[in-house]
């Protein structure tokens, strides 16, 4: 089991390392964030939030599109920010996310002025601003050394943090569990969750999703709840891979 410390960091809901963490643990019961009926929904017309410009509708020769998060459409202009995207929307602890929102002005080397705008503007439900931006993994010193000539300009009083991501965050296997953490909030399976808590709460170390699936009432439900879990930040992987059915999970010590 050793070789699972050795992997990438672990994928639980909203839970990342290297960004900041503002929730408190709690328990599933006192989890608020439950399903809406279908007719106590209230429908809004979706807005470009604080956008500063929307990039092209996604078509088959490009990467750009949007998500709807608190209906407000979120821009994207490559696989990179659609996955961040992703990610960064099965977080419990952000209110707001705009795309291309801030302008931001800087010096180059020989004092040159210029401008840049961040790709994302994530306000927290406490109301802290990150200015995150994007780019690949190789461009990483490059961008960290923009962010820090930005933060030397008064114009980077707009935010309270920057932050650089790119594929390390946004992998394809972090999109993916992203995905099955937005599908597992559609449903309505309260008593199954509470039943698979009294579990895990019993579990030492490690588990397999597919043990988790063992002796219970209804599959597909039980499979729900393990995700539900992980949203909720009970479970984590330890691997940061993709999660199946043979996934070693871990009960995160705080639940």
Not at 46 to 65: C, E, F, I, Q, V
Not at 178 to 185: G, L, T, V
Request: hydrophobic share 35%; with cysteine; aromatic share 10%.
């Amino acid at each position: 089991m050793g070789f699972i410390h050795k992997r990438k960091a672990g994928i639980g809901g909203m839970e990342d390392p290297t960004l900041r963490v503002t929730t408190s643990p709690m328990d599933f019961a006192k989890s608020t964030d439950r399903p809406i009926r279908i007719e106590d929904e209230t429908f809004y017309e979706p807005t470009h939030g604080l956008a500063l410009r929307n990039p092209l509708r996604k078509d088959k020769s490009s990467a750009k599109g949007f998500e709807f998060f608190n209906e407000v459409r979120v821009y994207f202009d490559s696989e990179i920010e659609h996955r961040c995207l992703l990610r960064l929307m099965t977080r419990r602890d952000i209110a707001e996310i705009h795309s291309q929102a801030l302008l931001f002005n800087y010096h180059d080397a020989q004092r040159k002025p210029h401008e840049h705008t961040i790709d994302y503007l994530i306000i927290y439900k406490d109301g802290w601003r990150v200015g995150i931006v994007i780019k690949p993994e190789r461009k990483r010193d490059e961008m960290e050394d923009l962010i820090e000539r930005i933060k030397v300009d008064p114009s980077s009083a707009q935010v309270d943090d920057f932050q650089f991501l790119s594929e390390t965050y946004g992998s394809i296997e972090a999109a993916e569990n992203a995905d099955f953490i937005f599908w597992s909030r559609e449903f309505e399976i309260d008593q199954e969750v509470s039943d698979l808590l009294d579990i895990v709460r019993t579990i030492n170390g490690y588990v397999r999703f597919g043990d988790l699936l063992r002796s219970c009432r209804n599959i597909d439900e039980r499979r729900v709840a393990v995700w539900r879990l992980i949203d909720l930040g009970v479970l984590i992987s330890p691997t940061g891979e993709r999660i199946t059915e043979l996934t070693y999970l871990a009960r995160n010590p705080a639940h």
